[in-house]
């Protein structure tokens, strides 16, 4: 099996070459090693590979496939993808900082996504509408032209290919925007798209920063539609310029979820999904269950399984088989981390784990922090309302259901929730009351591309994944086939 080479070109309309941006580094947070040095885009790049997109998208080789034949470039795809699925999660992890069992599941779940589109659009119908008069009414979809996709740095090539995929299948051009920490993963999955054949100017990657290179990709005018996932300060902005161009919008934004035990829950079972749900990806997840409710009965017994499982969590390389919480992704970001748990300290939090840099010889030259949990915080404290993004979960006790309700939802973002009961049926009250996109029930942070995925308030607007997802890159076209044979009665 082939090695991927890193990449030192970045793909612009049809051909790759350096970009005529700034210079970029790209660093393994595990050691601070420079790993590639590329040339970002610049607006230039992005018009180019805009207008290139456009032509492309239009031509009949790609606009007149069938669809069973646009799904055979799904399906090679995702073949390559699985195959070269070793590969990817290294080179994943050295971008990244990620533990290498994380990096294969999301080549895994890349793979699986390219599959999936492939085999919705092959069987997707075009229905009928309901007959109401002398003629036949039906509604077909039709491809926006060139698609802006702007990606993170928590989960490439699976946030990559969550965009990518039905945007193809619907028969678009796709602008890829990859966090500028970590292109790495999207430009490798680039060639792969390249080997299976896919037509020049499809696709277009644009590593750069967000400001220069997302704000222009947004902008441009021949840019249909905008999927973003990021934070939300930045998403707001991005909404205010795709309202300015009347431009469909998907927004995945942050989160705050809150996970919340019930006193009839397995307690072990709970504790060993609420360190997965806040600890894994190094807590660098929007959907992380960083507000952990617990009621005032086992308050005290479960914050000490929960401290104790945290303790014993392995911090380390994400290339080390036995790590389990991994660098966070850049030593800015880790600083920022550490911030903010100082200021949770000055709010009055109670450090019951971690809350430092660790101080280990084989862990002082990365960007690593170990996974803390506070508690003695109000729900109102800034560290309760505000996303942290990183290994750090606050516990709060409640007294009841009604009270419970009122905190889980007090908050700004409304992205995920998990919920540990033996209750079914509280389960379902319960999960029915918070605000949330997703809710997990004795489980937490599992995904299904077959499930659409969505946010509620400040975490985000549109709908992604599930079968529906082509629809959303297309625009709808009504036709109408008139059936009577004689002329409409108002000229005669």
Not at 142 to 161: F, L, Y
Not at 404 to 417: E, H, K, P, S, V
Not at 484 to 492: G, I, Q, V, Y
Request: charged residues 20%; contains cysteine; proline residues 8%.
């Amino acid at each position: 099996m082939r090695t991927l080479p890193i990449p030192d070109e970045i793909p612009v309309a049809g051909r790759w070459r350096r970009g005529r941006g700034t210079p970029l580094e790209c660093i393994d947070p595990a050691n601070g090693d420079v790993i590639a040095k590329l040339t970002a885009a610049s607006p230039a790049d992005v018009d180019e590979a805009a207008r290139a997109g456009a032509t492309a998208a239009a031509a009949p080789s790609w606009r007149d496939l069938l669809p069973h034949e646009r799904a055979r470039f799904l399906v090679r795809i995702g073949d390559l993808i699985d195959r070269h699925a070793d590969e990817l999660a290294e080179l994943q992890t050295r971008n990244t900082g990620k533990t290498r069992a994380e990096t294969r599941a999301l080549a895994s779940s890349a793979a699986g996504t390219f599959q999936f589109y492939a085999a919705a659009l092959e069987t997707t119908e075009t229905p009928l509408s309901p007959q109401r008069g002398p003629y036949l009414t039906m509604s077909v979809p039709e491809p926006i032209g060139v698609v802006g996709a702007i990606t993170p740095w928590n989960s490439p090539i699976a946030s990559d290919a969550q965009k990518i995929a039905p945007a193809l299948a619907a028969g678009n051009a796709v602008l890829l925007k990859p966090a500028e920490a970590t292109p790495l993963v999207s430009l490798a999955l680039a060639r792969l798209t390249v080997e299976a054949g896919l037509p020049p100017a499809l696709l277009s990657v644009l590593p750069g920063k967000g400001s220069v290179v997302g704000d222009a990709i947004v902008r441009h005018p021949a840019v249909g539609k905008v999927s973003f996932t990021g934070g939300t300060n930045t998403g707001r902005a991005v909404g205010h310029l795709a309202a300015d161009k009347f431009m469909p919008l998907t927004s995945e934004l942050g989160g705050k979820s809150p996970t919340i035990v019930f006193d009839d829950a397995d307690l072990d079972q709970a504790a060993a999904g609420i360190l997965f749900g806040i600890f894994s990806s190094s807590g660098q997840s929007c959907i992380a269950g960083s507000r952990i409710f617990v009621p005032e009965p086992v308050y005290g017994e479960f914050v000490e399984r929960l401290v104790a499982g945290a303790q014993r969590l392995r911090v380390g390389p994400g290339t080390d088989p036995a790590s389990q919480v991994g660098p966070l992704v850049t030593f800015a970001h880790r600083d920022r981390v550490a911030a903010m748990v100082d200021r949770a300290r000055e709010e009055g939090a109670n450090v019951l784990c971690g809350g430092r840099i660790p101080d280990a010889p084989e862990l002082t030259g990365g960007a690593y922090y170990l996974p803390t949990l506070l508690d003695g915080l109000s729900n109102d404290a800034r560290t309760c309302q505000e996303e942290i993004f990183g290994p750090v979960g606050v516990v709060l006790p409640y007294r009841d259901e009604d009270e419970l309700i009122a905190q889980a939802n007090d908050t700004i973002y409304g992205l995920a929730c998990g919920i540990w009961t033996r209750d079914y049926r509280r389960a379902w009250r319960v999960a029915r009351r918070i605000d949330a996109g997703t809710v997990w029930i004795n489980t937490y942070k599992q995904f299904s591309i077959a499930t659409p995925f969505s946010g509620m308030k400040a975490s985000g607007v549109g709908t992604d994944k599930g079968r529906d997802a082509i629809l959303r890159y297309t625009r709808q076209k009504s036709l109408y086939w008139g059936l009577d044979e004689a002329p409409l009665p108002w000229a005669r």
